[in-house]
């Protein structure tokens, strides 16, 4: 069956880096676009960045544009979220998530059809 596995995730301080993984099995994961989305407590779940089929195309949320990079790796079915200049507002769990689509720019839940199970990201002040 399809599973998606992030890890990567913990505590860190505001200003600090972490590069969150997404690995992927049973599925043609280069057919995939992916996306990475999260929620915070009592939150809803929210778009952060998607990536295209090759990688050849990104998209971003406003509020983590120029912070956060999104990239994959199709030969080792995984994508990656390098987050940079973390703040206390980007604790949330992180999720990842495949869309058959192919585009970049789905922002929606969903129109995604596989998650992970998500990780944790805790940013300290």
């Known amino acids: 069956q399809v599973q998606l596995v992030e890890s990567g995730g913990g505590l860190v301080q505001a200003g600090g880096s972490l590069r969150l993984s997404c690995a992927a099995s049973?599925?043609?994961?280069?057919?995939?676009?992916m996306g990475w989305f999260r929620q915070a407590p009592g939150k809803e779940r929210d778009f952060v960045a998607g990536?295209?089929?090759?990688?050849?195309?990104?998209y971003y949320a406003d509020s983590v544009k120029g912070r956060f990079t999104i990239s994959r790796d199709n030969a080792k079915n995984t994508v990656y979220l390098k987050m940079n200049s973390v703040k206390p507002e980007d604790t949330a769990v992180y999720y990842c998530?495949?869309?058959?689509?192919?585009?970049?720019?789905?922002?929606?839940?969903?129109?995604?059809?596989?998650w992970g199970q998500g990780t944790q990201v805790t940013v300290s002040s």
């Open positions: 998530a495949a869309d058959p689509y192919g585009s970049s720019r789905n922002t929606a839940p969903t129109t995604y059809n596989y």
């Open positions: 049973g599925l043609t994961f280069k057919m995939y676009a």
């Open positions: 990536i295209s089929r090759n990688g050849g195309s990104t």
